[in-house]
């Protein structure tokens, strides 16, 4: 059997020799054959040079560089479309996806399950993190219209039949655990408490998790559409209740002459729900665009091994 582990790579040339030593470890102690998958993403530092120089020492590497930085989801995506194991690894290059976990993880597989994600039950990131974290999860598990297991990252482990099915789903900004979920199978989530990072910063900036949150949202829910009408109607309402507020005091001859204090409000209020409104149905055009020009997900610039 043919274990494939992919690995995103970004600005990481400090410490990806202390992942692939603590997955050669592994391994060696499973007996492993394996092939590990160690795409850069576009680093700006020397990560694709120390991919270069691992995979002189180490044959069963793979190495891949995107010509230019396509974000975490795409390189995922890629590694799923150019591995070829029966069982497949995702993990992150920092480390905070243990490979020692990895054993455990493939055991459910052997036990009939297809998919065995990480469930995060302790987090090493600061406060504002955690909590941000924490909410989107539940708010998107609200909207979704389907299950998307609360508190999961990429790391997991498939079975190849998972992987090819999550492939047939060409969205060109995909959300992959949300894929991951869509396609079913028979599915267990692993508790395991996330450490630090071994060493340097997080790529995933302010801007990305926002991108990233908004793609989920988009992708598997049609909640805010819905929403739209419902802020439609409770404006209608609050219309309806303010003209025949003012047709009761004109028929009281309680009318003011001055009008410019309720006017002001009323087209600040619908002013602002209509950009509100626009920018929701904007973000499905956006999707829609994208789609149509159906550009790849990402251009690889080199390879080491394929």
């Known amino acids: 059997m043919l274990i494939s582990i992919i690995v995103p790579v970004y600005h990481s040339a400090k410490f990806l020799h202390k992942l692939v030593e603590a997955i050669e470890v592994e391994r060696l102690k499973h007996s492993w054959n394996l092939e590990l998958i160690l795409i850069d993403d576009g680093s700006k530092d020397e990560s694709f040079e120390v991919i270069k120089n691992l995979a002189a020492k180490y044959p069963y590497i793979r190495g891949l560089q995107h010509a230019r930085n396509f974000g975490h989801q795409a390189t995922v995506r890629l590694g799923l479309s150019v591995c070829k194991g029966d069982y497949i690894a995702i993990i992150d290059d920092d480390m905070q996806d243990p490979p020692e976990l990895l054993p455990n993880f493939f055991s459910y597989l052997d036990n009939g399950y297809s998919v065995a994600y990480g469930v995060r039950r302790k987090r090493k990131e600061n406060f504002f993190k955690r909590t941000a974290y924490h909410l989107f999860y539940r708010i998107l598990k609200k909207m979704s219209a389907i299950e998307i297991p609360l508190d999961t990252g990429d790391f997991c482990v498939m079975k190849k039949e998972v992987a090819e099915n999550m492939l047939k789903l060409q969205e060109q900004n995909p ?39 908004i793609d989920a949202i988009f992708s598997f829910s049609i909640l805010p559409v819905r929403l739209i009408s419902l802020l439609g109607l409770i404006g209608l309402i609050g219309s309806l209740v303010f003209v025949l507020f003012i047709l009761l005091n004109w028929a009281m001859n309680r009318i003011p002459i001055q009008g410019y204090t309720s006017e002001i409000i009323l087209i600040s209020f619908f002013g602002s729900l209509t950009l509100i409104c626009l920018g929701i149905i904007g973000e499905y055009v956006v999707r829609i665009y994208d789609e149509v020009k159906k550009r790849p997900h990402s251009i690889v610039s080199q390879t080491i091994n394929l």
């Open 175 to 213: 959300f992959l655990r949300g894929i991951r979920a869509w396609v079913g199978f028979k599915q267990i989530g692993v508790e395991y408490d996330r450490p630090g990072r071994v060493d340097g910063q997080s790529g995933y900036t302010f801007r990305k998790l926002m991108k990233i949150s």
